[in-house]
């Protein structure tokens, strides 16, 4: 487990670029992977594109206009996590959108932490289920078991296909 606590707190626009620099480092290694399973071709005009398109879905966070609110998770003062959480107050139902742990904390058992503190603040706010999307393939087992150990139990999977053309 991690040494010392780990606190929450709401981000601004001026912790941007750490939490960006987490997931670019957290997510490298994924998008490598997707490359591996997808090859060249396939990765780069299909996958590439939503994977640049992450920087920017972040940044989209801290519009005026946002559902999501996004929380930095600190440790010592330092911003080692972040998470971003929307809440459907008509349907009752929140998600957990973009969120990340900085390589250099994994395995400790933040993710979870992060969870169980996003589903408390969904329950806070009256929701009646709790969601979540994250990929099936070998670069998400982390964070899928993550997911798991915070209660996510329940479900359906998907599978994306592709096929290159000549």
């Known amino acids: 487990m991690y ?29 490598a992977s997707f490359r591996k399973i997808l090859g060249d071709t396939i990765y780069e005009t299909a996958q590439l594109p939503e994977d640049l398109a992450q920087e920017g879905l972040l940044k989209s966070y801290f519009n005026e206009d946002s559902f999501w609110k996004t929380w930095k998770v600190l ?4 911003i080692i996590a972040f998470v971003a959480i929307r809440l459907d107050k008509q349907a009752e139902v929140g998600e957990i959108g973009l969120n990340a742990v900085d390589p250099d904390f ?10 169980h503190f996003a589903v408390r603040e969904m329950k806070k706010a009256g929701m009646k289920v709790a969601t979540l999307a994250t990929g099936g393939d070998p670069s998400h087992l982390p964070a899928r ?14 599978v994306w296909m592709c096929q290159e053309l000549e």
């Open 75 to 78: 440790l010592e003062s330092k």
């Open 3 to 31: 040494l010392g606590n780990i606190q929450f707190d709401l981000a601004t626009v001026e912790d941007l670029k750490a939490m960006e620099t987490i997931r670019r480092k957290a997510f490298q290694p994924i998008f």
């Open 145 to 158: 078991k993550a997911y798991q150990k915070a209660g996510f139990t329940v479900q359906i999977p998907s």
């Open 106 to 115: 994994s395995g400790q058992g933040i993710g979870t932490e992060i969870y």
